[in-house]
């Protein structure tokens, strides 16, 4: 969470992948380099020094929609100190933006009266705030160890094929989203369902589309706690 | 050693997360009412006499930590880490989704022994369903006059508030946590101060865990002496745990602390997918080393696990079975220690790295058997040397899984150096292709 975009497209060879001047072939004598000729992941995307910082928003040029100022204010109010509500304020801004876009930062940085850059250091420690475009619906497959071990991989790639191309969608692996009882899982838009068949997954992606609810059947909201087989012998 | 209900007892009844069936079922009872009305340090000391240890993953004592809380006129804090992301780890989740009142009742006691009068609950943000759950009860206590001021007329008052955090493993870590809640990065801080001296908003603040805060309402409607006699010495009660992986029936279960290994993992959970063999388990999340086949008659408990090399942690027993390389899982691990890193230290932040880059290495074939004892080294540079612990809890369990599967290593190296060979060659072989000069690195 560290890491720019950049590192995401570091591949299995621990080399950069994607938009890069990468030379012809490893081992070639040529060095791979992220743009801007650096060797290492997260500086590719250098600050404008030419530019000032931004400071905090000026109302008068910074139009927030209503519903998502008065819900800034409402989370501002229950903290002591109001400036911890700036996840919650990212989240709603997010949900009215689908992403944490330049605008969405300043608005929050406008009711909240921050600096747009505070709020962008916040917004890019949390993986669940999205710091590039992304389709609205969120697909979380957990790619974590007990997913994993109970096919994971295969799960995220077939989620992908089938969604390829479509601008609705974010599909991520995720880390362990504590549901490897039902592994593989998977959260669409915060609903968990699992464990998840790959034949399944036509029916899943068909209902996120129709906006329908997704595998009814294996929700966990509905799994019982105690299994009745599980019974002690001494 | 049998299977306890205390925490799970009739937990799936329909609608025991609204205040109505909970109170039908004795919950904010006659204990709850007589707790607000003991003295503060008689309710620290049963809390101490039960023997309770955090159920988050440090395993310290409860009460002794809830007897670090200064005395005074000042604002403290409790704040419930409902965090759970330890990879492996969901009993949190199903407490707040079935008897989230539970909790709630928890916290009222365990602020008021603290002297606590404001309270958070830190639920990470992936688990909205629960944390809607949860919004709901603490509406109803507050229209209940359960929360906020005078609660049933007492001299307790306590505010709480549901925090939902954004998908960030390290907010766990207890000073992470109140960075986040301070909404900022949840970079962990330096200790001491402690929490319990210097926390969330520079208060002193009280931070347990879900189970934990849970458990409170039993021990004193038992009593401590009473809660004290379940389990085994040094880990007294029941523990839920969460049981994941190559297992007839992942799930959670609540058992008597002392219950062998091979009886969790063979009689409630049903015995190993298709009949086969353990290869090794996490006997408390990913962050524990692991434990073998061998090490299946092993009491689970917190020293026994300790002796044996590991810990207890969180309660998550991940199970892999005899199919499965350790190297593809040991790359899993480091992964995720990789992206969670928060960067603050080096060797977390280049440590994980580097592992994930070595093992990377493995697989791809182009290790030579020297990075095994680099990558080894690197572990042991990491432990002890970071400003947390999730570094040390990247390296014990990639350190452990070298130590004991090291010539599973060494030949899973040869044998991707010869097949990345091989293919190297093949693809030189096919007409018209210009071979690589310095291609065999
Ligand atoms: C990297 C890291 C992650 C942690 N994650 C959690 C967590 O998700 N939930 C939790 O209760 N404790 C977690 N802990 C442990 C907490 O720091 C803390 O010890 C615990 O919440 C204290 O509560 P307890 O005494 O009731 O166990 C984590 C610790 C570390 C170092
Ligand atoms: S050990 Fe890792 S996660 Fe902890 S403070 Fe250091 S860099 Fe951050
Ligand atoms: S490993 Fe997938 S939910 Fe835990």
Request: glycine share 10%.
């Amino acid at each position: 969470m560290s890491e720019g975009t950049a590192a995401e497209n570091v591949g299995t060879t621990g080399l950069p992948e994607g938009d890069l001047t990468l030379g012809q072939h490893v081992g070639s004598g040529e060095i791979p380099r992220y743009e801007g000729g650096s060797r290492t992941p997260g500086w590719d995307d250098p600050v404008d020094l030419t530019k000032d910082p931004a400071v905090i928003p000026d109302p008068a040029d910074c139009p927030v929609p209503e519903e998502l100022r008065a819900e800034i204010e409402r989370h501002m109010a229950l903290y002591p100190d109001a400036r911890s509500a700036s996840i919650p304020a990212l989240m709603a801004a997010q949900k009215v933006h689908v992403w944490c876009s330049p605008t969405a930062i300043e608005q929050v940085a406008c009711v909240m009266r921050l600096t747009p850059g505070y709020l962008a250091a916040v917004a890019t420690f949390y993986d669940m705030l999205e710091t590039s475009p992304v389709g609205r619906h969120r697909v979380y497959v957990c790619t974590n160890i007990s997913c994993s071990l109970r096919g994971a991989d295969e799960l995220l790639l077939r989620v992908q094929e089938e969604t390829a191309g479509d601008p609705d969608f974010n599909v991520r692996g995720f880390e362990c989203l504590g549901a490897c009882d039902i592994a593989p899982m998977a959260s669409v838009d915060d609903v968990y369902v699992g464990p998840v068949e790959l034949d399944e997954v036509p029916d899943l992606v068909a209902q996120i589309r129709a906006g329908t609810e997704v595998l009814p059947e294996k929700q966990i909201i509905r799994r019982k706690s105690v299994d009745p087989n599980a019974v002690s012998t001494s | 050693m049998s299977q306890e209900a205390i925490l799970f007892k009739g937990i799936d009844e329909p609608g025991l997360n609204t205040l109505e069936v909970y109170k039908r079922r004795g919950g904010y009872g006659d204990v709850f009412r007589k707790a607000l009305s003991t003295p503060r340090d008689a309710l620290v000391t049963e809390l101490v006499e039960s023997g309770l240890r955090g159920r988050g993953g440090a395993g310290f004592s409860m009460g002794k930590k809830a007897s670090f809380m200064p005395k005074g006129a000042m604002d403290k804090y409790l704040v419930c880490n409902a965090d759970e992301s330890e990879p492996g780890t969901f009993k949190d989740r199903e407490l707040m989704t079935k008897s989230p009142h539970m909790l709630i009742e928890g916290m009222i006691i365990g602020a008021y022994a603290a002297g606590a009068t404001r309270s958070f609950i830190y639920i990470r943000g992936e688990y909205a369903q629960q944390a809607d759950i949860l919004d709901a009860a603490v509406a109803e206590a507050y229209a209940d006059g359960l929360l906020g001021k005078h609660i049933l007329g007492s001299d307790h008052s306590l505010e709480m508030l549901v925090h939902r955090g954004a998908g960030a493993y390290i907010c766990g870590e207890e000073t992470g946590l109140l960075d986040s809640l301070e909404g900022k990065r949840g970079n962990p801080r330096l200790k001491p101060p402690f929490p319990a001296n210097q926390g969330l908003y520079q208060g002193p603040t009280l931070i347990n865990n879900v189970e934990t805060l849970a458990t409170i309402p039993h021990i004193l409607g038992m009593g401590a002496a009473e809660y004290a006699k379940i389990g085994v010495e040094n880990s007294t009660g029941t523990k839920l745990i969460s049981v994941s992986g190559h297992v007839k029936r992942p799930g959670n279960y609540e058992i008597e602390l002392g219950m062998p290994v091979r009886e969790i993992l063979y009689d409630l959970c049903g015995g190993i997918e298709g009949d086969r063999e353990v290869k090794f388990y996490f006997p408390g999340g990913s962050s524990s080393p692991v434990l073998t086949g061998d090490d299946l008659d092993l009491p689970y408990d917190f020293d026994s696990m300790a002796k044996a090399g590991s810990m207890l942690g969180s309660g998550a027993i991940i199970v892999v079975d005899d199919q499965t390389s350790v190297v593809d899982v040991c790359l899993k691990l480091a992964q995720f220690y990789k992206h969670e890193s928060c960067g603050k230290c080096t060797p977390c932040r280049e440590g994980t790295q580097w592992t994930v880059k070595m093992l990377e290495r493995i697989i791809a074939g182009t290790a030579t058997p020297m990075d095994l004892d680099i990558m080894a080294s690197v572990q042991t540079q990491i432990i002890g040397n970071c400003l947390c612990v999730l570094g040390d809890a990247m390296a014990m369990p990639v350190g452990s899984m070298i130590e004991k599967f090291r010539p599973e290593f060494e030949a899973y190296i040869e044998e991707a150096r010869a097949r990345s060979e091989r293919e190297l060659i093949a693809s030189l072989e096919e007409p018209g292709e210009v071979p690589l000069v310095g291609s065999l690195v």
